[in-house]
């Protein structure tokens, strides 16, 4: 039975092969990521994988996050970048149409996870 289960397990667990496509090392919670990227309003700009919404293309698809070596085309790409981009866009591009959004540290972190994994 317990063996059973295990297997279960083991098969459910790999189906959701997701989390498992993030950089080794990333921190934060990338399920409330996902609610945060909702509630911050970041697909109003951005598709995002499994966040709904209608087509934009103001800010590029924020998909395969974890395979681009920049960041907004300048910024080398890993979490600590990432999450300084989503709290302050400006102060990396001051040109950049990305707004400040106001996203606290957690949020940032949780949200770079969800993006770093999908
Ligand atoms: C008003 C539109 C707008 C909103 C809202 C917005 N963004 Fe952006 N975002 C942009 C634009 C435009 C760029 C492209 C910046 C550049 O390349 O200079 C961008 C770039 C990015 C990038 C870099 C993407 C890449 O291809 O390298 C990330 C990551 C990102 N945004 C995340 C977020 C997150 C997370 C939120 C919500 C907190 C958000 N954005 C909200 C417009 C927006």
């Given at each position: 039975?317990?063996?059973?289960?295990?297997l279960l397990?083991?098969?459910?667990?790999a189906g959701c092969g997701d989390a498992n496509?993030?950089?080794?090392?990333?921190?934060g919670d990338a399920a409330r990521g996902r609610?945060?990227?909702?509630?911050?309003?970041?697909?109003?700009?951005?598709?995002?994988?499994g966040v709904t919404g209608s087509k934009v293309y103001v800010g590029r698809p924020l998909e395969e996050m974890a395979k681009r070596p920049l960041i907004a085309g300048n910024l080398p790409n890993n979490q600590a970048n990432l999450v300084r981009w989503i709290r302050n866009p400006q102060a990396i591009d001051p040109r950049t149409a990305m707004p400040v959004l106001g996203v606290s540290e957690r949020d940032a972190l949780d949200m770079?996870?969800?993006?770093?994994s999908h």
């Open positions: 039975m317990n063996r059973l289960a295990l397990a083991a098969i459910l667990l496509r993030a950089p080794v090392g990333t921190q609610i945060a990227l909702a509630q911050y309003g970041c697909r109003a700009c951005h598709m995002i994988p770079s996870a969800y993006l770093l």
